[in-house]
């Protein structure tokens, strides 16, 4: 009986530690220093407010600032200070900025003509509405893989 217990008690045990270790946050801490600079870091500040927020969803979570330090709140920060919107690009890829390239030059041809095919075999051109569409999917490509 005393062996059940003991290995019971040590599965118990190996359970919770790997719960907790799952449980770990994915994500990073942003939160902004006297100065109003906006900082992102793995750990939260000491002392200061800071807000987590989660890689796998996007979603962010307050957090506790448990020191007697004095806290900034970053909602108070000047607007300028704190970026409105963050985009996680990926790595550059020159293949895919080589083609966005020629495309932006067939698309900018003089009387340029583009046939596309349908799905049912048809094809048709372009029109110039699509066209600078099409330009506009280019440019943004350019900007993600080139610059």
Request: include cysteine; proline fraction near 4%; charge should be neutral.
């Amino acid at each position: 009986m005393n062996k059940t217990l003991l290995i019971a008690s040590l599965f118990t045990t190996l359970a919770l530690a790997s719960l907790n270790t799952l449980a770990e946050k994915n994500g990073y801490y942003r939160w902004s220093d006297d100065e109003g600079k906006i900082h992102f870091t793995q750990q939260p500040p000491n002392g200061r407010a800071s807000v987590f927020i989660k890689t796998s969803s996007g979603a962010s979570l307050d957090s506790d600032v448990s020191t007697n330090e004095s806290s900034v709140d970053v909602a108070a920060t000047s607007s300028e200070a704190i970026p409105e919107k963050m985009e996680v690009l990926p790595p550059k890829n020159p293949e895919q900025c080589a083609k966005a390239k020629a495309n932006m030059q067939s698309l900018a041809a003089n009387g340029a003509r583009i046939r596309i095919s349908n799905a049912d075999g048809t094809s048709r051109f372009l029109n110039s509405e699509e066209i600078n569409e099409q330009k506009n999917r280019a440019q943004e490509v350019i900007k993600v893989h080139c610059n």
